[in-house]
């Protein structure tokens, strides 16, 4: 699947953003989808990601009550709504498919299709 994040931007401290992940079909029934990123120097790292099956949602404790990530099954899309951004929020931030289970979800390396990144730039 073609992935193609956007809605990235430069925000103030405290500000909001809402990216999207448009997929170029509809996921199958054993494909998950998440958000990672990444900043200047850092690893790749999760953010959050909603499962395909249930829909359950998991979150990286740094944006644990901020972000908020949501899926419309008809547009084959998933949101990522971003609020009270710091700026260690600064990264590009790229998404991702999985068929892995539920267990690996932060593991980078379970994740195979990816979308070109939009970039995040929170000032102070």
């Known amino acids: 699947v073609q992935l193609q994040a956007s809605g990235g931007g430069l925000v103030q401290a405290g500000g909001s953003l809402r990216l999207s992940c448009a997929a170029s079909?509809?996921?199958?029934?054993?494909?998950?989808i998440a958000w990672f990123r990444q900043a200047p120097g850092k690893e790749r790292e999760f953010v959050a990601t909603?499962?395909?099956?249930?829909?359950?949602?998991y979150y990286a404790d740094s944006v644990k009550g901020r972000f908020t990530i949501s899926k419309d099954s008809a547009k084959n899309t998933v949101y990522l709504q971003m609020n009270s951004l710091k700026p260690d929020d600064t990264a590009t931030y790229y998404c991702?498919?999985?068929?892995?289970?539920?267990?690996?979800?932060?593991?980078?390396?379970?994740?195979?299709?990816w979308g070109p990144g939009t970039l995040v730039t929170v000032s102070s």
């Open positions: 991702a498919t999985t068929r892995g289970p539920t267990s690996t979800y932060r593991d980078v390396n379970m994740y195979n299709d």
């Open positions: 079909r509809r996921p199958s029934s054993s494909e998950s």
């Open positions: 909603i499962r395909r099956a249930g829909g359950a949602t």
